[in-house]
């Protein structure tokens, strides 16, 4: 983008509240997720025991990454029913809100990605490198090639995701090496690098979702005038495009399993082109007052 900040139109007819609506809900999510893990070694209050890599809720509910099941299946290792169980859970609610919402509403190196893209568009640094978007799936099958190989769930040993997490509640040590590793990538190689084209816990919840029900709509894409906003703020800008730009017969559900639901382009939309709705829901809206598309629109994606 030319350094317009995206969602100017919007906080101007919403409020900054109302612009940044989801983006607040996202953070509020990620915190709370990760506060029920900090709760035991920080306070004492067992609520919720282990990481986001398998735990069990007041002694009841237990939920498992499914990924760490399959590498340990792969690996050899049977797992205990609780860990089945758990991965079922898990597996159902990303069928229900959208796989990769896990990445945007859950996951805590979230943040850490989407400071660096920040502090990317506002030094005006150039987009840089771009592995190719199935980069994330030959890594997901590395992955579980060396769990194989190996006998160990072996993304474990490396994952940002645990590395974070346990170094909040006991002390970062040497996992502040890579979370910075990740952050510097995102900043000077390669833009939203790491999310979208590298990490296989993303690329394997994409597959997950490719069938999940919640789903951002481009309901009144009539209304679009093209500033190019949700382009700007988009982690996945590709899945927008087919939603939006979509002929009058054509879904205007984004579709593609890429999308990690995090409604930034329904927060940054002036006119309200974009809704969290379901899948089934593919009739586009009428448009309403749409404007002739805007002479600078195209200069302001990113």
């Known amino acids: 983008m030319s350094g317009r900040y995206?969602?100017?139109?919007?906080?101007?007819?919403?409020?900054?509240?109302?612009?940044?609506?989801?983006?607040?809900?996202?953070?509020?999510?990620?915190?709370?997720?990760?506060?029920l893990f900090l709760l035991g070694?920080?306070?004492?209050?067992?609520?919720?025991?282990?990481?986001?890599?398998?735990?069990?809720?007041?002694d009841l509910l237990p939920l498992t990454d499914p990924l760490v099941l399959l590498q340990?299946?792969?690996?050899?290792?049977?797992?205990?029913?609780?860990?089945?169980?758990?991965?079922?859970?898990?597996?159902?609610?990303?069928?229900?809100?959208?796989?990769?919402?896990?990445c945007s509403w859950v996951c805590p190196v979230n943040?850490?990605?989407d400071a660096a893209h920040w502090l990317h568009v506002r030094l005006g640094l150039p987009k840089g490198w771009q592995p190719k978007a199935s980069t994330r799936l030959?890594?997901?099958?590395?992955?579980?090639?060396?769990?194989?190989?190996?006998?160990?769930?072996?993304?474990?040993?490396?994952?940002?995701?645990t590395m974070l997490q346990r170094g909040i509640a006991f002390g970062m040590g040497a996992g502040w090496t890579l979370i910075g590793a990740v952050f510097l990538f995102d900043l000077l190689v390669?833009?939203?690098?790491?999310?979208?084209?590298?990490?296989?816990?993303?690329?394997?919840?994409?597959l997950l979702g490719r069938t999940s029900l919640v789903r951002v709509s481009a309901t009144r894409r009539a209304d679009c005038d093209d500033c190019m906003?949700?382009?700007?703020?988009?982690?996945?800008?590709?899945?927008?495009?087919?939603?939006?730009?979509?002929?009058?017969?054509?879904?205007?559900?984004?579709?593609?399993?890429?999308?990690?639901?995090?409604?930034?382009?329904?927060d940054v939309c002036d006119r309200d082109v974009f809704r969290f709705t379901h899948r089934f829901d593919t009739r586009p809206a009428p448009g309403r007052d749409a404007a002739p598309p805007s002479p600078a629109g195209r200069d302001r994606a990113a």
């Open 6 to 35: 995206p969602g100017r139109e919007a906080i101007a007819r919403k409020g900054r509240l109302g612009a940044h609506r989801w983006l607040i809900l996202r953070r509020l999510s990620q915190t709370v997720f990760l506060g």
């Open 41 to 58: 070694p920080w306070a004492g209050i067992w609520w919720v025991k282990g990481n986001l890599a398998g735990s069990m809720t007041l």
């Open 72 to 102: 340990g299946l792969v690996a050899g290792h049977w797992p205990e029913m609780t860990a089945l169980v758990g991965a079922a859970l898990v597996v159902a609610a990303y069928l229900l809100v959208g796989g990769r919402a896990y």
């Open 111 to 113: 943040p850490v990605t």
């Open 138 to 161: 030959w890594l997901l099958g590395t992955v579980l090639a060396v769990s194989a190989l190996t006998g160990t769930t072996a993304w474990e040993l490396v994952n940002p995701v």
């Open 190 to 206: 390669a833009r939203r690098g790491w999310c979208g084209r590298l990490c296989p816990v993303g690329a394997f919840y994409g």
């Open 229 to 266: 906003d949700c382009f700007a703020v988009c982690p996945e800008m590709a899945v927008i495009t087919p939603a939006l730009r979509g002929q009058t017969a054509d879904t205007p559900i984004i579709l593609s399993g890429d999308c990690t639901n995090c409604g930034r382009c329904i």
